[in-house]
């Protein structure tokens, strides 16, 4: 693979580009600093236990289809019912999150680096499976979102990765053939199999080493730091 095959780089924002855990956690802290009359005699591990299996509960409900209104406010009860906490908190909660949540400057580390570099010689954009609400903001927190070529949301194009529409469309908006796209995401069922599918070129980025599902696609590259892409780029 070299930059002569490739016109454009794709993507994905969630732990690819955005330290999602990190930044969940950190609003979090803000939500119990916010309500402490809720969360009284409640230790923090087991509140952050609670918040994460919930996230992963909603997380694999909304990527087999279910809508995503609702879904957070549904995220919020199911943490308060695992803490034996009253479901009426759920929308407050909800609140605080989706505002401070994505003002969190959580960069994958060396994310904003490899985006500048790249956006030197190729059409640069995203393409998320999530809310424009948060997504925006994440990107203009990290100081990337006015040097993308696109941003292609789920949420506003309703179609969901790993879809191939969704990925045809952002080498559309790009003036570029899928096949001179080389798409980057940490997701191998969405962001892999799903840009695979619509006829991109792949980039897994893997930093917890982590193993592909039951459907096996070729992947062109693999990496576990975005630092890698630049030497596989140039």
Same mark, same amino acid.
């Given at each position: 693979?070299?930059?002569?095959?490739?016109?454009?780089?794709?993507f994905d924002i969630d732990d690819t580009l955005y330290d999602r855990n990190a930044a969940q956690y950190m609003a979090l802290d803000i939500i119990v600093q916010r309500l402490p009359e809720i969360f009284k005699g409640i230790d923090k591990e087991r509140a952050t236990a609670a918040f994460m299996e919930s996230d992963i509960i909603t997380t694999l409900?909304?990527? #087999?289809?279910? +809508? /995503?209104?609702?879904?957070?406010? @549904?995220?919020?009860?199911?943490?308060?019912?695992?803490?034996?906490?009253?479901?009426?908190?759920a929308g407050t909660i909800t609140e605080i999150y989706v505002t401070e949540?994505?003002?969190?400057? #959580?960069?994958? +580390? /060396?994310?904003?680096?490899?985006? @500048?570099?790249?956006?030197?010689?190729?059409?640069?954009?995203?393409?998320?499976n999530s809310f424009a609400?948060?997504?925006?903001?994440?990107?203009?927190?990290?100081?990337?979102?006015h040097g993308l070529s696109c941003i292609v949301l789920s949420d506003e194009l309703g179609i969901r990765k790993p879809e191939p529409g969704i990925f045809t469309h952002a080498a559309s908006l790009l003036q570029?053939?899928?096949?001179?796209?080389l798409y980057v995401g940490d997701s191998y069922a969405n962001d892999i199999?799903?840009?695979?599918?619509?006829?991109?070129?792949?980039?897994?980025?893997?930093?917890?080493?982590?193993?592909?599902?039951?459907?096996?696609?070729?992947v062109d590259y693999e990496i576990q730091e975005l630092a890698e892409l630049i030497t596989v780029l140039t």
């Open positions: 693979m070299t930059k002569n095959d490739i016109g454009a780089v794709l409900e909304f990527d #087999a289809g279910a +809508p /995503g209104e609702g879904i957070r406010d @549904r995220r919020s009860r199911i943490f308060l019912s695992a803490l034996g906490l009253p479901e009426e908190y949540y994505p003002k969190v400057k #959580a960069e994958v +580390p /060396g994310a904003v680096a490899a985006i @500048r570099e790249l956006t030197k010689t190729f059409k640069v954009g995203v393409v998320s609400d948060v997504q925006y903001q994440k990107l203009e927190v990290l100081g990337l979102r570029v053939h899928p096949t001179e796209c199999i799903g840009a695979n599918n619509a006829g991109m070129k792949v980039c897994w980025f893997n930093p917890e080493h982590k193993k592909p599902g039951t459907k096996y696609v070729q």
